[in-house]
């Protein structure tokens, strides 16, 4: 049996870039694997564990601003 890793929304700040890993299904909206700020994603989204952090930037890609 696995251990699971999760991480909850207060371990992210509001304004933290994380990373999706898997679908997430709302009522109102459906989010796609991929890079969100935290703020926007859904608690539930948290509570399963689909979340995690991304690792720090290094180099020169530290000067890519965040996406749109």
């Not at 999760?6 to 700040?13: A, G, H, K, N």
């Not at 979340?51 to 530290?62: A, E, F, R, T, Y």
């Amino acid at each position: 049996m696995s251990i699971e890793h999760r991480q909850f929304r207060r371990s992210f700040l509001p304004t933290e870039l994380v990373e999706l890993r898997q679908v997430c299904l709302t009522p109102g909206r459906l989010f796609e694997p991929g890079k969100y700020i935290a703020g926007d994603l859904p608690d539930i989204a948290f509570e399963l564990g689909l979340v995690d952090s991304l690792p720090p930037v290094k180099g020169k890609n530290q000067q890519i601003g965040k996406p749109d």
